[in-house]
């Protein structure tokens, strides 16, 4: 399971969808076909260890698959 941050712009490759404050998770992933809910509340790295930003539904999904940990917790 990995950490996860408020989301911090400055933790995000320049020119990134993840820069620019919109959600990557569902940009890239899309996992679940669920609509996204658009701005990123979460900053994380994936299982490659990039680092990702995700909208609040990327968030419940993924602390729900335990892919990472609820906000607030260890960051
Ligand atoms: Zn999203």
Redesign the pocket.
Known sequence: MNPSHVYDATLHQPGTVAATGR?S??DSDGSGGDA??GDAVVSFQDRNGDWQS??R??LEQLVERGDIEPLGQGA
């Open positions: 959600c998770w569902h996204c809910a995700g909208c539904r990327a």
